[in-house]
């Protein structure tokens, strides 16, 4: 595991290509952050050209949805995607509450 350091974040985004892991994306900016996971998401596909859309077969999951059925998480990584060697998956609304959820992974 490593950590970024906010003068970093872009230069990492932009380095090709990004290898499969799990990425944690937060901070007090909402907007930033979204912006930030969906450049990385779209780097997954190779294309860091927009940082308005997601390209590609992203899974978005809510953290609502984690907290009521945590299985679902293991369930759609270990899921083959369409379009990607590496399934993409997006959680909104995070919180701590999501650790005990991917240490299981």
């Known amino acids: 595991m490593s950590e970024l350091k906010a003068y970093q ?8 290509p990004t290898a ?7 901070g007090s900016d909402a907007g ?3 912006e930030r996971s969906i450049l990385l998401c ?3 596909f190779g294309n860091t050209g927009s940082n ?3 390209h590609g077969d992203v ?3 809510e953290m609502n949805e984690l907290e009521a059925e945590p299985s679902i998480l293991a369930v759609k990584a270990l ?3 369409m379009f ?3 399934p993409v998956i997006r959680i909104r609304n995070a919180s701590k509450n999501i650790l005990p959820i991917l240490t299981e992974l």
């Open 79 to 81: 899921t083959k995607s």
């Open 52 to 54: 308005q859309t997601l």
């Open 9 to 16: 974040v872009d230069a990492f985004l932009q380095s090709q």
């Open 32 to 34: 930033l952050v979204h």
């Open 84 to 86: 990607a060697e590496t």
């Open 59 to 61: 899974i978005v999951l």
């Open 42 to 44: 779209n780097s997954q």
């Open 20 to 26: 499969p892991g799990i990425y944690l994306i937060y």
